[in-house]
């Protein structure tokens, strides 16, 4: 695998090797919509089969994490839930104390290959 691409197997049985030029898109974040129109233009997916391939693996992760089970996506990196403790809070503006509850959030780490790559 490329650090640009991937090899991907059809519907059909047969596997394509897929090159996104993400230096062409218009906006600077990559969207979702975005994933499926390549997936449409280089695999050959029609654009729902794309779109409902970019639903099915975004919640696939969402409900992993939901749940409390790490993601990782090898030479990507792990997604994982970790657990804040409630602690004292400060509103910036008046001064005043305020709580702040106890919540879980999501952290990434990325992959060595990934830090690798972005740093040429």
């Known amino acids: 695998m490329t650090p640009a691409g991937a090899t ?12 996104i030029a993400v230096e062409s898109l218009e ?4 969207t979702k919509a975005q994933l499926a129109d390549l997936l449409f233009e280089q695999i050959g997916l029609n654009k729902r089969e ?3 391939m970019i639903d099915a693996f975004f919640d ?16 990507f990196g792990n997604f994982q839930i970790r657990v804040k403790a409630p602690r004292p809070g400060r509103n910036p503006r008046t001064g005043e104390s305020i709580p702040i ?7 990434f780490h990325a992959s060595h290959k ?6 040429g």
């Not at 197997?9 to 596997?15: A, E, M, T």
């Not at 990934?114 to 740093?119: G, H, N, S």
């Open 101 to 107: 509850k106890a919540r879980r959030v999501v952290t």
């Open 8 to 19: 991907v197997q059809r519907s059909d049985g047969r596997r394509n090797a897929v090159k």
């Open 27 to 30: 906006t600077p974040a990559l």
């Open 114 to 119: 990934l830090k690798e790559q972005i740093q």
């Open 50 to 52: 794309s779109k409902d």
């Open 60 to 75: 696939l992760i969402t409900t992993s994490l939901v749940d409390g089970t790490d993601v990782k996506i090898s030479s």
